[in-house]
């Protein structure tokens, strides 16, 4: 069987995301399979790209890592992306910099649950070339950008889908100029694209992305929405990296638990830990006004002729009601996993922790 490959992007400010993302996803692979993990390196210091290298030697002789010189600077012209960064536009470049046939690419803040060689071996339908799960907060096309959706004469309200778990087929990626089409995009709809490289995947790609099941990439929110702690998933930080910040909840704890015992820990003492508390503090305090007021907001739209406002507005005041109302179940419920987790034990196939 061949080497299931695995592919991920980082810098250094995103480095404990992507330890703790290759811990899990050599700790839950079938160990009958050889693994070759690439990294394109965004700016990895020495100290971190020997903490990583350290962790696959410990694994034996199926796993190897190479690292990857990818340069951000190629996207100047494009938006910034998260962390006022370019990073995260590299994995566009992975038909390039990358010579194998297929590839899993896994974002830094996933935590791995799941066999990923279940994925890898996955045989795409014809006329696909990569597979994804469906965004679960970014819907359909014109969710991203209808300007772009309209001028692409694409469905609007076609699926569209995250970029951060993709098995990709990077032979049919370079037969399509791919990195060329991406580039071009990124400099004519500057202004208009929401989700950076994810949105010239989506917008690019239309028709050729054949759909995962959820497991394959559960955003933390819907973690954090279950009644239980069941993973056998591979679980997707969207909105927050969670070494960085992160509201408290299961998957936060998750992960805090994860990465100590992987010989990370997290510093909640951080600066950026500090911002994400005042973050969620005011999150939770214009709780009421947003339930109450958006259904307002959504009325004037409507009486506008303006119904795609109306219904956003409409969805989010309904959301935050929800909020407001589910919060002393929504507490201890979130009390009981927590010691839940705090008990938990995870699997390490045969390596020595970051420290």
């Not at 061949?2 to 703790?20: D, H, I, K, W």
């Not at 772009?148 to 990077?170: C, D, K, Q, T």
């Not at 991406?182 to 500057?190: A, G, N, V, Y």
């Not at 979130?334 to 995870?346: G, H, S, W």
Request: aromatic letters at 14%.
């Amino acid at each position: 069987m061949e080497p299931v490959v695995l592919a991920f992007a980082s810098n250094q400010r995103y480095f404990p995301g992507l330890y703790c993302a290759v811990s899990s996803a050599l700790s839950y692979i079938d160990p009958a399979r050889s693994v070759d993990v690439k990294v394109l390196d965004g700016g990895l210091s020495q100290t971190c790209r020997h903490s990583l290298s350290r962790l696959i030697d410990s694994v034996g002789a199926s796993a190897e890592l190479e690292f990857v010189k990818a340069d951000p600077s190629v996207f100047e012209e494009a938006t910034l992306g998260p962390g006022q960064s370019h990073m995260t536009y590299c994995r566009t470049l992975l038909p390039q910099l990358l010579d194998v046939r297929r590839l899993i690419y896994l974002d830094c803040d996933v935590l791995v649950f799941r066999d990923l060689s279940e994925l890898f071996d996955r045989q795409l339908s014809r006329g696909k070339i990569l597979a994804a799960v469906p965004d679960s907060e970014t819907l359909t096309l014109d969710h991203d950008s209808r300007t772009i959706a309209v001028a692409m004469n694409l469905p609007e309200r076609a699926h569209y889908f995250n970029a951060g778990v993709m098995l990709l087929n990077l032979e049919e990626l370079r037969k399509q100029n791919f990195i060329e089409q991406s580039l071009e995009f990124f400099k004519k709809w500057r202004r208009h694209y929401r989700f950076w490289d994810q949105s010239a995947i989506n917008f690019l790609l239309y028709g050729q992305i054949e759909e995962l099941p959820e497991y394959w990439n559960r955003a933390a929110w819907q973690f954090d929405a279950q009644d239980n702690n069941h993973l056998d998933c591979v679980l997707h930080y969207t909105t927050s990296a969670p070494w960085l910040g992160g509201a408290r909840g299961p998957a936060q704890d998750l992960f805090e638990r994860f990465a100590a015992e992987a010989g990370f820990t997290v510093n909640r003492r951080s600066s950026d830990f500090k911002k994400s508390r005042r973050q969620r503090f005011f999150r939770a305090a214009l709780a009421p006004l947003r339930a109450f007021g958006f259904p307002l907001i959504s009325s004037f739209y409507r009486v506008a002729g303006r119904k795609e406002k109306s219904a956003g507005y409409k969805r989010a005041g309904k959301y935050w009601f929800y909020y407001i109302l589910n919060a002393p179940r929504r507490r201890r419920l979130q009390r009981l996993r927590a010691e839940e987790i705090r008990a938990m034990k995870f699997k390490f196939t045969g390596f020595e922790s970051l420290t």
